[in-house]
């Protein structure tokens, strides 16, 4: 059974940080691209960063490059997305996504920048 379960949103102060994990388990971790994406109320969902299976090649959305940073560790089988910085615009649903032979998405899990 395939599953990716997102943890660490919460409610944050502007400028705060947060870390977010996704664990992932029932395929092969190791031989899949990860991504987070985002979907903020009323708007369609983004992609936020993205990691590559081999290598550790990352990339990351304009709005979000120099603050959030995506790392992955294969022998827990979890990714992450530290966040820092954080701005009201950041408040989003959070989404964790794997890309390989199959393709899988987590629950998400809310995070909310506000004062």
């Known amino acids: 059974q395939v599953q990716l379960v997102e943890s660490g949103g919460g409610l944050v102060q502007p400028g705060g940080s947060l870390r977010l994990s996704c664990a992932a388990s029932?395929?092969?971790?190791?031989?899949?691209?990860m991504r987070w994406y985002r979907q903020a109320s009323g708007k369609e969902r983004e992609l936020v960063a993205a990691?590559?299976?081999?290598?550790?090649?990352?990339t990351y959305a304009d709005s979000v490059k120099g603050r959030f940073t995506i790392s992955r560790d294969n022998a827990k089988n979890t990714v992450y997305l530290q966040m820092n910085s954080l701005k009201p615009e950041d408040t989003a649903v959070y989404y964790c996504?794997?890309?390989?032979?199959?393709?899988?998405w987590g629950q998400g899990t809310q995070v909310t920048v506000s004062s």
């Open positions: 996504y794997a890309r390989g032979e199959y393709r899988y």
């Open positions: 029932g395929f092969t971790f190791s031989s899949y691209g």
């Open positions: 990691i590559a299976s081999v290598g550790g090649t990352t």
